[in-house]
């Protein structure tokens, strides 16, 4: 199990991309949120098994993601933080 905070940078405010993540994180299983940054990012937090992560991130960043929407991620970073415990769901946060 681990836990990532993502945070997502580009065209990714008012083109329906939180819901996009909400989607693809709970088809893979994961708990955590999603929510806007004030500067235009937007900032999930994934917890689950590495494999799913790695299912999810690899769906976010993929060229058909970008090829059906307006969504344009153009930089992304990534960083291990600590478990939440009891966790339950994955949410959209505002």
């Known amino acids: ?9 580009g065209r990714v405010q008012g083109v329906g991309f939180r819901y996009t993540v909400y989607h693809t994180a709970r088809c893979y ?6 929510k806007n940054r004030g ?4 900032e999930a ?3 689950g098994e590495s494999e799913n992560i790695a299912g999810f991130l690899s769906d976010m960043l993929s060229d058909s993601l970008r090829e059906q929407s307006f969504i344009r991620i153009i930089d992304y970073s990534l960083r ?6 009891g966790e339950k769901d994955f ?3 505002y």
């Open 91 to 93: 949410r959209v946060t």
């Open 1 to 9: 199990m681990e836990r990532y905070l993502v945070v997502f940078v």
């Open 80 to 85: 291990k933080i600590d478990l939440v415990e």
């Open 45 to 47: 937090q994934i917890q």
């Open 39 to 42: 500067n235009g990012d937007v």
């Open 29 to 34: 299983g994961l708990t955590g949120y999603v």
